[in-house]
């Protein structure tokens, strides 16, 4: 792997983490707007301080056994969460008790920034796509679709190979 390709691992990698968070934090805070919900509950239950943070700690400790266990043998017992998932489990949980700590800090949840950043539906919502072929706009009747740039340049090389020539194209957004 070339740092380049790794660039495009990581930027995936990220991608994946939100999308874990957002679907797990859902189903273990439910309605709750606490993100730290199913944590704090244990301080609730047990009077130990810092009984929250021990709680993140335990669960990374339980990711940190899994990953271990899969180089010390080599594979996992339980084939439908590969070592990728939890590793990437395991950074969501890293994320998390950063963000906790932050909030019982008194820092601001956003250190350099005013606004929340929009989500991608409330983008697709604001923003009219547009196409440009050589410079040239195409308008008409498209969706905006999302690609890593991973995906777009493996696009043009199965396109290189089948017609012999890139095809050059951009997508971008118009306000």
Same mark, same amino acid.
């Given at each position: 792997?070339?740092?380049?390709?790794?660039?495009?691992?990581?930027?995936?990698?990220?991608?994946?983490?939100?999308?874990?968070?957002?679907?797990?934090?859902?189903?273990?805070?439910?309605?709750?707007?606490?993100?730290?919900?199913?944590?704090?509950?244990?301080?609730?239950?047990?009077?130990?301080?810092?009984?929250?943070?021990?709680?993140?700690?335990?669960?990374?400790?339980?990711?940190?056994?899994?990953?271990?266990?899969?180089?010390?043998?080599?594979?996992?017992?339980?084939?439908?969460?590969?070592?990728?998932?939890?590793?990437?489990?395991?950074?969501?949980?890293?994320?998390?008790?950063?963000?906790? &700590?932050?909030?019982?800090?008194?820092?601001?949840? &956003?250190?350099?920034?005013?606004?929340?950043?929009?989500?991608?539906?409330?983008?697709?919502?604001?923003?009219?796509?547009?196409?440009?072929?050589?410079?040239?706009?195409?308008?008409?009747?498209?969706?905006?679709? &999302?690609?890593?740039?991973?995906?777009?340049?493996?696009?043009?090389?199965? &396109?290189?190979?089948?017609?012999?020539?890139?095809?050059?194209?951009?997508?971008?957004?118009?306000?």
């Amino acid at each position: 792997m070339t740092k380049r390709e790794y660039m495009y691992f990581h930027e995936e990698c990220c991608r994946k983490l939100v999308a874990i968070t957002q679907k797990k934090n859902s189903d273990y805070t439910g309605n709750n707007d606490d993100p730290f919900a199913n944590f704090q509950q244990i301080g609730h239950l047990i009077s130990v301080p810092r009984a929250v943070e021990i709680g993140f700690v335990t669960r990374m400790s339980d990711k940190l056994s899994r990953i271990a266990s899969f180089v010390s043998k080599g594979n996992l017992t339980i084939s439908e969460e590969t070592v990728e998932d939890t590793l990437l489990d395991l950074a969501n949980y890293c994320i998390l008790l950063a963000g906790f &700590l932050r909030s019982i800090s008194g820092k601001p949840p &956003l250190p350099q920034q005013q606004e929340m950043p929009m989500s991608i539906s409330e983008k697709e919502t604001e923003y009219q796509p547009i196409m440009s072929i050589g410079g040239k706009e195409i308008e008409g009747n498209m969706r905006p679709i &999302l690609l890593s740039r991973k995906q777009i340049l493996d696009a043009a090389k199965e &396109l290189e190979k089948s017609a012999g020539t890139y095809y050059v194209f951009s997508v971008y957004a118009r306000a």
